[in-house]
């Protein structure tokens, strides 16, 4: 079973830098959309496009059939679902919800089970990609819930990305998401220390990049962040606040699975030195700075 596009409203709930994209795209592929972000400023833009405001989260809740979520913090989530003018509280039997929020499994888990109390249907579905990723509709989403449930909203997450797996029950598409950050966030020190590197040496490090990232040092990272890093380009797709919480709950997730994560441990010293020193809405990238 699929949603049809026809009669089909689908709410969204967080319009930063990346959820103004994924909406856009729903927008343009013909399904009426209502939106809700805590800043209304922020949305004003995709407003224009055509999105319907709601002012409140429990209105989004009342009118639409499936609700993607795309916000900061677990804690946001929390709130967004579970409280009291929350989406599980005031939406219809047999809504949809997407949480695209990097977010806690635990928490997933327990939205799943809220929902299916409710005869409503949770996902967990994170996404890779950053800003570029959102922009272009190609976003890696990775997702976890009932097989029903995947295939039903599947129409609609092509609308957004290209590379969609469904990794297992509630929770999964969480774990999977953390096996991302933990890829980026330990290869982001060996691509910042080349690009130092190839400086110090007396290189053009724009000449390195094109030589290594078409070899086995190649990485989205260096492709895509590597350039800004030379150019001093340190603008956020990806803030490094955000970055922060998704290596603490990756962190908090290894240990209680008895997993040491040494290098993931580093990164996110790293990050917190940074963030200490106010660049904390900078872009990932910004770990660079380390090395100039």
Not at 31 to 57: F, H, M, P, Q
Not at 136 to 164: C, Q, S, T, W, Y
Not at 177 to 198: D, F, L, P, R, W
Request: aromatic share 8%; hydrophobic share 40%; proline share 3%.
């Amino acid at each position: 079973m699929t949603l049809e596009r026809e009669n089909k409203i689908i709410g969204f709930i967080g319009i930063g830098v990346m959820g103004k994209s994924m909406a856009s795209h729903l927008m343009k592929a013909g399904y009426e959309v209502v939106v809700y972000n805590r800043t209304k400023e922020k949305a004003l833009s995709i407003i224009e496009e055509g999105a319907k405001w709601k002012d409140t989260v429990k209105e989004i809740a009342e009118v639409a059939d499936i609700i993607i979520t795309i916000v900061g913090y677990p804690h946001d989530v929390e709130e967004v679902y579970l409280g009291e003018t929350g989406l599980l509280n005031h939406a219809k039997k047999g809504t949809y919800f997407i949480d695209m929020t990097t977010s806690k499994p635990s928490l997933a888990q327990k939205i799943y089970e809220e929902a299916k109390k409710r005869e409503m249907h949770a996902l967990d579905a994170p996404v890779s990609g950053g800003d570029i990723g959102a922009k272009e509709a190609r976003l890696a989403i990775m997702v976890g819930g009932d097989e029903e449930a995947f295939h039903a909203v599947l129409p609609v997450l092509e609308k957004m990305g290209k590379n969609i797996i469904l990794q297992g029950g509630p929770g999964a598409g969480h774990y999977t998401k953390m096996c991302n950050q933990m890829a980026i966030a330990t290869g982001m020190i060996g691509v910042c220390e080349a690009i130092a590197y190839a400086k110090k040496a007396g290189l053009s490090p724009k000449k390195v990049l094109q030589t290594i990232e078409t070899g086995a040092a190649g990485s989205w990272s260096l492709s895509n962040l590597a350039p800004k890093m030379i150019d001093g380009n340190f603008e956020p797709g990806f803030y490094i606040k955000h970055f922060i919480k998704d290596m603490t709950i990756a962190l908090e997730s290894a240990e209680e699975m008895g997993l040491l994560t040494p290098g993931l441990k580093l990164a996110k010293e790293l990050y917190e030195k940074l963030a200490e020193d106010g660049e904390e809405n900078s872009g990932t990238q910004a770990l660079y700075k380390f090395y100039q």
